[in-house]
Each structure stands twice: as structure tokens, then as C-alpha cells.
């Protein structure tokens, strides 16, 4: 049954205001008590709406039509009415919930409210206050070690124009002193030639997922939808640890897991280098996402960064799913003790920009050449100072490893009672996930938590992940560990 305050809530279709939501905390009684599902789901007006859409554009990706005007902090409301605790937030990309009152106030201010329509050409006509903002919101943030930074709109365009930065620096690197082109690189290039467009790699590993664009995609790994009959690059592949579970008692297997990985690493960097197609950089998650949330431990990240100095390889951590603290830290690879930062991170979703941070020597040396035309947006970061705020002042870095103790352990719990339905129980924070036995068996749990009212994500051949917004408190995780576990039931 739902609350008397969402209950009012609910029946009024209404924006929210910012006088009405001042000073609410996150606990806030205007959210339902548990999910309520009154149709079928999809539902009828959700059914209508996508046959709608379909007529316009390939719509079969499209799960559920949102109620944005009566979703409220972890809950999701679709077209029907139906409330759903949201345990997947727009594929990990909602840091606050839905309506935060920091949000909604943010274009209250004139000058706030100018930067968002005034969008400029950030590479070009900046706003005088551009700067400022880059020093107090994103670099405020940024990774020990890291002082520079690129702003873009999306996860695969961070990724894009960071290959862009690692090739260029790789080749500053051959050059020496000379920053000048000679005539055959500017004429080649044209023609894409070498040596203009000169042979160099990206090594991705087996199961990564870093964008759709064109250069990106040639790096990610996860499905063959989304890369299929799509030109690619001839870049490197190599196999990321896919360990046993539970962990505490797999602890050889798995450190030979490392070593096998890391052994091929290496060798796959040595034969692109003998054939002519140099390995620049290293691209790899902290936690493999829609590639099935396959995870590593700090001792190999240690080692692939040693391997990368080695070998004279810019090491790129991407962190567009797991930035901005549901790992339980700010960034993920923060879990890991490198003895010193990585050469690029990577960032989106829940930084609601895009981007990625640097040290100065991946500054092109000339302009235009990481560019686009908007380069990101001012009022994203407009949105992300509150974000920051929020999550500094109510220490959520905090609830999530509190919340994520509670979920982590009843899946646990769930994982001994019902092991021929749910096994690999992994994570950290709240970005946890577990399979199933089969995929069929996976799709099936996951639909029959949407139709009990809770929204989950798949990933990878068996894989169903975790990935709610940093205010999912507590009584959050005992709900869904509750619907889950009647899910599970039902099924068994």
C-alpha cells in the first residue's frame, strides 16, 4: 500500500516545485512505501505508446514509457501507473533518483538558467565563468594525479577522443622534440595513408563494452548486435579474468586466472608491435558491465598497470558506468592501490557529462584536435555541482557501502537457499550483481521482477545487475531482496 503523502502525490499531475521540495531529505515520505503494479506490464497506454513510436523509429530497445512528472526519488512510474522500485536508474545513469529537490531547484537562478540555453561552442566561445566551473566541479573530483581535462557529451565519444589523445601522444612520444608535421604526413593523411594515418592499436579485452561509435566499437567486445556488419579496426583482443565463486574459496584458481590473463596481455602487445600495428593503449573497466559484470582483482589491475609502463602503453581506465560512487569510492579504480594514477579515466552516466582526465603530456600540442563543437554542456555541470553536493553533504558514499553490505549479503543468503536458480553473487557497493543458470532462466527472473515491481538490468549470457541510484538506502535493499526472493520462489 502506498504512503498517504505519495498516495496525494501521485493523484496530483503536477510539476514539482522547488519551494515545495526545500530543504527535503532523501528519506522523504512523498516516496512510496514498496512498488505497486496494477497492470500488466507493459500496460495498455505503454502498449499504445510503443506501437507509436515504432511507426517513427526502431523502437524493439524500449521496455517501458516513464511518468517523469510522478517518479520520485527511487521509484519509477511508467505510462500505466504502475510504481516500480528502480534497482537499474536508466542504465546506471540516475546518481539521485528521480526529482531530486537539489536538481529542480538548479535552474531557478538567472544565470544558471542562461548557461543552459545559451549553449556555446565550448571549444571556440567558452563562457567567462567556463573555467571556474571546470576547477569547482570537475576537477574537484578528479583522479589523484590527474590535472587536465576534456569535456564531451556521452560515454563513447570520451572513449573516442581519448583513443584520439593516447594515438597522438603515442606518436609525440616517436617524434621527440618535433612538434611540426612534415609534408608527407599532411598529404598522406588526406588519403588515409600512412604516414599520416599511421598503423596503431587499441587493446581491449574480451567481454568490454566502451561505445557504439566507430572507433570505439572496434574496442568493445560484449554482443555481436552491436557491432555486426560494421567496418572494424584490426585491434587487439585479450581474455579478462573470469573467476570462480565464491571468491574466499577459489583463491589459487583464480590468481592463476591473473597470471593466464596477463601472460597473453603481453603477448598480444608483442605481436601487434612485430606487425607493424603498434599497441598505444590499454583500454579496460574496473567492472566488466554489459559484458556480464566480470570483475578483477587489485592485483591484476596493479599488474596491467605495471605491464603498460613496460611496455610504453598509455593504460585508459573506463570509468563511464562504475564514476561517481556506486563502487562505494568516487571511482572505482580507487579500490585497486595503484601505486600511481592511471594515464586516462574515462566518465559519464552518473557524472551526467562526459569527458575524460588526463595529465598534461596527452595535451595535443596543437588545437582542433580533440574537438567537436559543443564539447560537452554547461548545464550538465550545473546539474553535477548539486550532485557533488548532495553527495558530499549527505554522505552517500556512505549509504551506498551500507546499502550494498545489506543487498551483498542477502543475495548471499538467497545464493545458499536457492543455488540452482542464482550463483556468483559479485561486486562492490551497490554495483553488484549475480547469474543464473542459464539464460533463459536469467531473462525469465528479470521479467517476472519488472511484473512484481522491480526494474533490473541483464548483462552478458547470464548475468542480472544492480545498478540503483546513490540514495537507495537500506529499506530499499530489504525490498528488493524480499521481491526477489518471492520472484525466486515462484519460479522454483
Known amino acids: ?97 528521480y526529482n531530486h529537490p537539489e536538481m529542480l531547484t538548479a535552474f531557478e537562478d538567472k544565470q544558471n538558467l542562461q548557461e543552459l540555453i545559451n549553449r556555446p561552442a565550448l571549444g571556440v566561445f567558452p563562457a567567462v565563468q567556463w573555467p571556474n566551473r571546470l576547477k569547482n566541479v570537475l576537477m574537484s573530483v578528479a583522479p589523484k594525479g590527474l590535472n587536465s581535462i576534456a569535456t564531451m557529451m556521452c560515454g563513447s565519444c570520451s572513449n573516442e577522443n581519448a583513443y584520439k589523445a593516447v594515438f597522438m601522444w603515442y606518436r609525440n612520444k616517436q617524434r621527440g622534440t618535433k612538434t611540426d608535421f612534415s609534408p608527407e604526413e599532411l598529404t598522406s593523411c588526406m ?53 570462480k565463486y565464491p571468491l574466499d574459496q ?36 574496473p567492472i566488466q558491465s554489459e559484458g556480464g559484470d566480470h570483475e578483477a582483482s ?35 579504480y580507487e579500490h585497486f592501490s595503484l601505486p600511481s594514477p592511471p594515464d586516462v579515466v574515462t566518465f559519464s552516466k552518473k557524472m551526467l557529462t562526459g569527458g575524460f582526465y588526463f595529465n598534461t603530456e596527452f595535451k595535443p600540442p596543437h588545437a582542433y584536435r580533440v574537438f567537436n563543437t559543443w564539447m560537452g554542456d554547461p548545464g550538465k555541470l550545473i546539474l553535477l555541482e548539486r550532485v557533488l553536493k548532495v553527495i558530499k553533504t ?24 536457492m543455488p540452482h536458480l542464482i550463483n556468483s553473487v559479485r561486486g562492490r557497493g551497490t554495483f553488484l550483481s549475480f547469474n543464473a543458470p542459464t539464460t533463459e532462466c536469467r531473462d525469465k ?23 540503483p541510484a546513490l540514495i537507495f538506502q537500506p529499506k530499499h535493499a530489504n525490498i528488493y531482496l524480499d521481491i526477489l526472493r518471492k520472484t525466486l520462489k515462484s519460479i522454483n
Open 394 to 417: 549527505q554522505n552517500l558514499l556512505d549509504v551506498v557501502n551500507e546499502s550494498g553490505k545489506v543487498l551483498k549479503s542477502g543475495l548471499h543468503e538467497l545464493e545458499k537457499e
Open 1 to 97: 500500500m502506498l504512503g498517504r503523502g505519495c498516495t496525494a502525490f501521485l493523484e496530483r499531475k503536477v510539476l514539482l516545485t522547488s519551494q515545495y521540495f526545500r530543504n527535503l531529505s532523501i528519506s522523504s515520505t512523498l516516496e512510496p512505501e514498496k512498488p505497486l503494479v496494477k497492470t500488466d506490464v507493459p500496460g495498455p497506454k505503454s502498449k499504445a505508446l510503443l506501437k507509436e513510436l515504432s511507426s517513427l523509429q526502431q523502437a524493439g530497445s524500449v521496455q517501458l514509457f516513464g511518468d517523469y512528472n510522478k517518479s520520485i526519488g527511487n521509484y519509477f512510474v511508467d505510462a500505466d501507473g504502475n510504481v516500480f522500485l528502480d534497482a537499474f536508474t536508466q542504465i546506471s545513469s540516475v546518481p539521485l533518483g
Open 445 to 467: 527472473i528479470n521479467s517476472d521482477l519488472k511484473k512484481n515491481g522491480i526494474i533490473s538490468g541483464t548483462c552478458g549470457e547470464l548475468a542480472i545487475r544492480l545498478r
Open 298 to 332: 587489485p592485483d591484476f589491475f596493479q599488474k596491467l598497470q605495471k605491464l603498460c609502463k613496460e611496455k610504453g602503453v598509455a593504460l585508459i581506465i573506463d570509468e563511464v558506468q562504475t564514476g561517481c560512487g556506486p563502487t562505494g569510492k568516487l571511482w572505482c
Open 191 to 243: 588519403l588515409n595513408q600512412q604516414p599520416g594515418s599511421p598503423n596503431m592499436s587499441i587493446l581491449s579485452f574480451e567481454g568490454g563494452f566502451h561505445g557504439r561509435t566507430f572507433g570505439a566499437l572496434s574496442t568493445t567486445r560484449s554482443k555481436p548486435i552491436h557491432k555486426l556488419d560494421c567496418p572494424a579496426f584490426d585491434w587487439p583482443v585479450a581474455p579478462f579474468p573470469r573467476y
Open 250 to 285: 577459489h583463491v589459487s584458481e583464480n590468481e592463476k586466472e591473473d597470471a593466464k590473463c596477463l601472460e597473453q596481455v603481453a603477448d598480444v602487445i608483442e605481436k601487434y608491435n612485430k606487425k607493424g600495428n603498434p599497441v598505444a593503449g590499454v583500454i579496460v573497466e
